[in-house]
């Protein structure tokens, strides 16, 4: 904290200290009150078999709560589009010269974690693990293979923002086509959820790397002072 | 109230069909393309939600179980009077918008390719949260409309827009966070997520009871109610102008939505017995600063948003006035004439500021010649603003003053009758300006047919919402009964 900065500022933060304090004090309390083994784990478990899938993880994001799970995608392909407004999709360049030694490193790496990220992805469905683990690796992939110099996307050209939206719209056809035999929406048919599951997860593992690399790269948004007009066109 | 169990699946098209556009619009982001999508998109959602209105009629409210698992496993869409007249008002919005948006980014490539798919995604977010009947479900539709909110309002680039968009998404987010805290408590306690079961099993826990406070709080940052208002004048002014219309008319009545929804469908008397009477109070201080501070504006879509603070109090009013019906048509119709009615605002004040290259009030002289179209919508809009018969926000008003008065608190009567003054008194010195003849010929830059169509529309809709209230009025007493 500086030496000038104003009295009015620090009694700002008295009080929001104070006011957090508080919260996490009746948070707390509330918390412990709380009663034991109520939840829905036990439905989960009955529900599995008619799933397609066995890890009952993996069943609740893409059967059971799937709609949730659709319209988080879209909540993470939005955070691109937001990021690509505001930088009217360039990509920042690293500024710093390249590490041989990284270099060398990546190019040990990355095979590596695109083999981890596939083996995630296939154990999803039945233990821990799945699209969104799997597509964090694989993203940190792609992101390390760009600070080593492997890669070189300076835009996001029309592949890449085919590549980020393959997931949600692959799940959206999946998600839609049961309506048209006369079931539900997302109500896939017992005999083929096993594999409908897999291939929207395959395609949200592409989409996810491919979207947490462009918030990696995304640049800074907020113009600074000495550009006030932000964007330049 | 009656409930049944459907398969037909209009509501969950009212959620895949903008998510189909975004997707589209997203990946085709050609004039020919976007044409075509739009062209299929309305006319289909309409389609659905004529349909899923008819089911309410005949029903009362139907559910549909998402996957086929039903609650408490799977998430339930939910359909009753209210959700029809909210998807209704929000599908009205957005079409018009969508027509003045086609003129307003036309010519500026960059811009319109991430507008589309945004604007359809905050499409999709909308109808989610009104559809939904499942708690956490309503926090992922809610983040889906703020984020794509907060991208559209950077959308117009330059300091103040992101500054004003980024204080929205920090407000947002911990609102967000703290409706999300209260829905984790509620699961904590019951294991429940679905609204109806929750109705059904909550009790006066002290979990519950902070799950509630934590919870409307959130929303109460979201909606923006006095004290919690301070992000939205300046968010709302320095949004692209067809995004200001759905900000205003639209993006702050679905948080309100979900606290109405929980209000009467969750949290039953004994748990919530002062809490009411404090929305009511802070309702009325939104009333009467938002007017004040409407009033002190010099700038055309400040006064519009500070207008918003103000209407958005009267909303409020339906908590300590709860056991009524008239208080709860009032404040339906308040929601639905205000979107209506502001949208226009919105969208006409954009022309107006457009033609005249200026926001300044002051400089709003002699434009009534040159735009006669957006002068009278936005005089229309105005009327039902102020509560003047025989526009929707007349109705409004009224079945709030009627339940002021039968429940004996008639100190609500001063507040509403004290709003009406003031919005008189900020929109009139508006409409003077506007109509006065200015001795200089104006100097106009054009504006589109289609952009000053879009604004007017918008008002003799709110208009005719006022005239034909029967029709609506009788389709959200199912909501009730």
């Keep these: ?233 | 109230m009656q409930e049944i169990i459907t398969t037909a699946p209009w509501g969950a098209l009212m959620v895949v069909i903008p998510l189909a556009a975004a997707a589209a619009s997203y990946l085709f982001p050609w004039r020919s393309a976007l044409m075509a999508a739009s062209a299929i998109a309305f006319p289909a959602a309409f389609y659905s939600l004529a349909l899923l209105a008819r089911d309410v009629w005949v029903s009362g409210a139907v559910r549909y179980r998402i996957g086929g698992w039903g609650s408490p496993l799977g998430i339930d869409l939910f359909a009753d009077g209210l959700s029809i007249l909210m998807l209704f008002m929000t599908i009205v919005v957005v079409m018009a918008a969508s027509i003045y948006s086609s003129f307003y980014f036309s010519g500026d490539v960059e811009r319109k390719r991430s507008f589309w798919p945004l604007w359809m995604f905050l499409w999709a977010g909308l109808n989610g949260v009104f559809l939904s009947g499942d708690v956490f479900n309503l926090y992922v539709t809610l983040e889906v409309m703020v984020i794509a909110s907060v991208a559209l309002i950077s959308l117009k680039g330059g300091r103040e827009a992101l500054l004003s968009g980024m204080r929205y998404f920090l407000v947002s987010v911990l609102g967000s966070l703290s409706y999300l805290m209260g829905v984790a408590m509620l699961y904590g306690s019951y294991g429940i997520l679905d609204i109806g079961a929750l109705g059904r099993t909550i009790g006066p826990d002290p979990a519950a009871q902070i799950a509630i406070v934590l919870i409307v709080t959130g929303l109460l940052a979201k909606t923006a109610l006095f004290p919690l208002h301070f992000w939205l004048p300046k968010a709302h002014a320095s949004a692209p102008v067809p995004v200001s219309a759905a900000l205003s008319a639209l993006v702050v009545k679905a948080p309100f939505y979900i606290i109405l929804r929980l209000w009467t469908d969750v949290f039953s008397h004994d748990i919530i017995s002062h809490a009411g009477l404090m929305l009511g109070v802070l309702g009325s201080v939104a009333i009467i600063w938002g007017g004040v501070m409407a009033l002190r504006q010099t700038r055309l879509k400040m006064l519009v948003a500070y207008s918003t603070v103000s209407q958005i109090g009267y909303l409020f009013l339906f908590f300590p006035m709860a056991g009524s019906s008239d208080a709860f048509l009032g404040c339906v119709y308040q929601a639905l004439s205000h979107g209506l009615a502001k949208a226009s605002m919105f969208l006409a004040a954009g022309n107006l500021i457009k033609a005249l290259g200026s926001d300044l009030i002051e400089d709003l002289r002699g434009l009534r010649q040159r735009l006669n179209i957006s002068t009278f919508a936005f005089g229309l809009a105005g009327i039902s603003l102020m509560g003047l018969p025989p526009g929707a926000g007349f109705i409004a008003k009224w079945q709030l003053l009627k339940a002021s008065i039968e429940t004996g608190q008639w100190w609500w009567a001063i507040i509403i009758v004290a709003g009406g003054l003031l919005a008189a008194g900020y929109l009139f010195p508006v409409l003077r300006n506007i109509i006065s003849q200015s001795q200089d010929p104006v100097e106009c830059a054009k504006v589109p047919f289609g952009m000053e169509a879009a604004a007017i529309v918008l008002a003799v809709l709110s208009l005719v919402l006022g005239i034909a209230a029967a029709v609506p009025l009788s389709l959200f007493r199912t909501a009730l009964l």
């Design chain 1, 1 to 233: 904290m500086k030496a000038d900065e104003p009295a009015e500022k620090i009694t700002q933060r008295i009080l929001t200290a104070f006011f957090a304090a508080g919260l996490a004090l009746v948070l707390a309390m509330a918390v412990t009150d709380l009663p034991e083994g109520v939840g829905l784990s036990g439905d989960a478990q009955e529900s599995l078999k008619q799933s397609g899938v066995e890890n009952s993880v993996t069943a609740v994001l893409l059967n059971f709560r799937g709609y949730d799970t659709l319209l988080e995608i879209c909540v993470l392909l939005l955070s691109v589009l937001g990021v690509m407004t505001l930088t009217n999709g360039r990509i920042r360049r690293p500024e710093y010269s390249i590490d041989p030694l990284l270099h060398v490193l990546a190019r040990v790496l990355v095979p590596l974690m695109v083999l981890v990220s596939g083996y995630l992805l296939y154990e999803g469905s039945y233990a821990p693990g799945g699209a969104f683990q799997a597509g964090a690796v694989l993203g940190s992939a792609i992101v390390l293979s760009r600070l080593a110099g492997l890669a070189a996307v300076e835009k996001f050209n029309r592949a890449f923002l085919v590549a980020a939206m393959l997931g949600f719209a692959v799940f959206l056809i999946i998600a839609v086509i049961p309506l048209a035999y006369g079931r539900n929406f997302i109500e896939y048919p017992p005999e083929y959820a096993g594999i409908l599951i897999f291939t929207i997860e395959a395609s949200l593992t592409i989409s996810i790397a491919i979207i947490l690399y462009s918030l990696f790269s995304g640049g800074s948004a907020i113009p600074s002072r000495s550009h006030p007009g932000g964007r330049k066109n």
